[in-house]
């Protein structure tokens, strides 16, 4: 069964940049689509991005547009979501999950994922 585990969540300045890593163990990382979801204290699940088998990107919060990019590297089974010019609102708790993704997924924070990571921490401060 896939199995996916975050890495890469830290405390960063306000501006800074960082990668965060979606290892998937179990099967290929291209059995499903990818996506990166986060939830902020007191918010409900955001959908940020997801990338399918063909490497076809969704991508929705139109608070991340422009600075966050998700990415797939096959051979080491991982998705990426590199951030940068981190603002205070990005602090969160940021997952990856496997399954079937549309804009809906995104929009619903996450319906029709099926399997999802722990999540790793991300602090923005000033």
């Known amino acids: 069964q896939v199995q996916l585990v975050e890495s890469g969540g830290a405390q960063v300045h306000r501006g800074g940049s960082l990668r965060l890593s979606c290892k998937v163990s179990?099967?290929?990382?291209?059995?499903?689509?990818i996506g990166w979801f986060r939830q902020a204290p007191g918010k409900a699940r955001e959908g940020l991005a997801c990338?399918?088998?063909?490497?076809?990107?969704?991508r929705s919060a139109e608070s991340v547009k422009g600075r966050f990019a998700i990415s797939k590297d096959v051979a080491q089974k991982t998705v990426y979501l590199t951030m940068n010019n981190l603002k205070l609102e990005d602090t969160a708790i940021y997952y990856c999950?496997?399954?079937?993704?549309?804009?809906?997924?995104?929009?619903?924070?996450?319906?029709?994922?099926?399997?999802w990571g722990r999540g790793t921490w991300v602090t923005v401060s000033k």
């Open positions: 179990g099967g290929p990382v291209n059995v499903d689509a």
């Open positions: 999950a496997a399954g079937t993704c549309s804009y809906f997924t995104l929009l619903s924070g996450g319906r029709g994922m099926d399997r």
């Open positions: 990338i399918d088998r063909d490497d076809d990107v969704k």
